[in-house]
């Protein structure tokens, strides 16, 4: 009798080991991963019982041999975790909690699948342990439950400056003729939201999605590049691309196919899954790496006025430039396009500016100063980061990379390694969306991959709802290199776009709570120094603000249409509000969260004829504390500032 059982008992074990059928919950219990390994490999998620993705098929191959198609299951297990993660530069949160349930399936070709569900989504990973080097392709598609509503980001192929005008669109009436890059929101019929991207990219390209059936997304991949072809200066193209994706060892893990998902708009500003799913830093010493406020010169067209000197490329301009970052507190200045001897060798400076005496003199004001480079001209003189660390260089802006193969990938990673061991910041503009190099290697402090203010000099798109919904898409990702700023400001119907003289849609308080509500380890000041001291009491608020922060709250979010923030510093905290175009709002504010004792609010609001007169703000001074309420009345296009002290 006692064999009898020890036999039965082993025969359940084995039966509920390999079975076919793999549920996996989040830790609150409200996502639910069902994996199913009967005919493949496919998963559905549900949340709250509400099924979102029905199924989900999805393969890897190996030299043209399908690993997932007919994989016999071997082991499978169940892990969990829940600790606190500390990032170096603390974009959102100086403490990170990490909280998931991990699914663990080994199939008998060496091939496994970590499934993690966080209470804020969900991701898998394949992990391989093949020998020798193999040509990968890789296949996701994705049938939703029903024809959702989504933001894309429509593009032919898959090179580009990755700067979206967010496109809202059914899946049924997304064009099979284009891509959609990532990120990518999709709303459920309940209001839910589900952000698709992707983490741990390396060695590999970047995931894009087309639609390939009724309610149906599929993973498409940038070729492997056997041959490219350089254009102009700065540009490149992949004329010759492969059969594969990528080639690889076959000896590693695999990007993370991430979804964040939330039952409210706030949850996906708060999420923190591709940090947390992105390798943990690199670097042994990071006392080096400083955050910070910079002064600019190129979207401004360096502008000046009211000075004794002609403005432009030289060294009084950027004396000035570094002047005005230092009497304001900022730490550094960028030097862009134009301050070395050409675009191609930036081993030299313009000889109609005296560097050498702009980085002396920003020392004495304690103003460090970041340079401008297109890729093709670092990869050319790559040794040249190391000459920036004798001149004194604090950071390089890396531009125009506006691909996302396997090889433009490596080249980010190589940037940033050779960068951190010369002790140079890196923001990599012209850029793909973040997946977490900036944990791997926290010296990259910002990308762009946004249409950010920039776009103001040749574009009407940069309107009060696009940087509404920038936040919940393209922010999620990691830090964004948006350069808010602008001092002259404009209601949407009277704006005109100006390269020379450029200013924004929506008043100036939205645009003093950009600095609050976007996320980037250098917060760039677009505008002219002359424009920011004819306007002192706006550039004073901007001084204050920090870009690294030590706790977050989203009191109130819809995307694209309003957002309520809250920030806190050391025992400082910001509020940041934003309106789209539509309708005037007023929220009241609980400010139960400050700590207890009388506190002082300074705040920028929009004043009594920004709806006529879109730079009109009132300054405000009153006393508050956590019983209080603060009211936010915004009018279309407004915004709201304070900072509680």
Known sequence: MKKLIIVLCLFLGSYTFLSA???????????????????????????????????????????????CKNAKLKKTS???????????????????????????????????????????????????????????????????????????????????????DYQKVKINDFSTSKNTFLPLLIEHSKGYKMLMTEADVSDYPHMFLKKTGANTLSAAFPSYPLETKLIGDRGSEIVKGA???????????????????????????????????????????????????????WWNAS?????????????????YFIDFAGRNGLEYVILDEGWSVSTTDITKPNPKLDLFELIRYGKEKN?????????????????????????GIAGIKVDFMNRADQWMVNYYEKVAKEAAQNELL????????????????????????????????????????????????????????????????????????????????????????????????????????????????????????????????????????YLVIARRKGDQWFIGAMNDNETEREFTLDLSFLSSGAKKAIIMQDGLNANRFAEDYQRIEKSVNNQSKLTVKMVKGGGFAARIK
């Open 303 to 319: 502008n000046l006025y009211g000075v004794d000197f002609e403005a432009g490329l030289n060294t009084d301009t950027y004396k």
């Open 21 to 67: 059928q793999h549920k996996l919950k989040s830790p609150n219990g409200k996502i639910i991963v069902n994996v199913d390994v009967s005919n493949g490999i496919h998963y559905s998620v549900s949340l709250n019982d509400q099924i979102f993705v029905e199924r989900s098929d999805i393969g890897l191959s190996f030299n043209d041999i399908d690993l």
């Open 367 to 391: 103003v460090k100063l970041i340079l401008w480079a297109s890729w093709r001209a670092i990869e050319d003189q790559f040794l040249v980061l190391r000459k920036y660390k004798e001149w």
């Open 426 to 561: 890196v923001d990599f503009h012209g850029a793909f969306k973040p997946n977490g190099l900036h944990r791997t290697y926290p010296n990259v402090v910002s990308y762009e991959g946004v249409q950010g203010n920039e776009h103001c000099k040749w574009s009407a798109n940069v309107t009060p709802e696009h940087m509404l919904t920038l936040p919940f898409t393209r922010m999620v990702c990691g830090p964004m290199d948006f350069t808010p700023g602008a001092m002259r400001n404009f209601n949407s119907k009277e704006f005109k776009f100006n390269f020379y003289r450029p200013g924004s849609q929506g008043t100036r308080c939205h645009q003093l709570a950009l600095f609050i509500a976007y996320e980037s380890g250098i917060q760039m000041l677009a505008d002219s120094p002359s424009n920011y001291e004819r306007e002192q009491e706006s550039t004073d608020f901007l001084g204050s603000v920090p870009n690294t922060w030590d706790e977050l709250k989203v009191l109130e979010a819809k995307v694209g249409e």
């Open 78 to 164: 169940y892990t969990n975790q829940d600790k606190l993660e500390t990032p170096v530069v603390a974009l959102k949160e100086s403490s990170i909690r990490n909280n998931y349930n991990q699914l663990n399936l080994e199939f008998k070709n060496k091939l496994t699948i970590e499934f993690r569900a966080f209470n804020d989504g969900v991701a898998y990973r394949y992990v391989t342990n093949s020998k020798g080097d193999v040509e990968v392709n890789e296949t996701a598609k994705i049938e939703f439950a029903d024809n959702y509503k989504m933001w894309a980001s429509p593009l032919d192929g898959y090179a580009g400056s990755y700067e979206p």
């Open 243 to 297: 059969d594969y994706i990528a080639k690889t060892t076959g000896k590693r893990s695999f990007p993370w196919r991430l979804m964040v998902i939330s039952e409210k708009d706030a949850q996906l500003m708060e999420s923190n899954l591709v940090y947390l799913l992105a390798p943990e830093n690199k670097l042994e010493n990071t006392d080096w790496i400083k955050p910070g406020r910079v002064a600019w010169d």
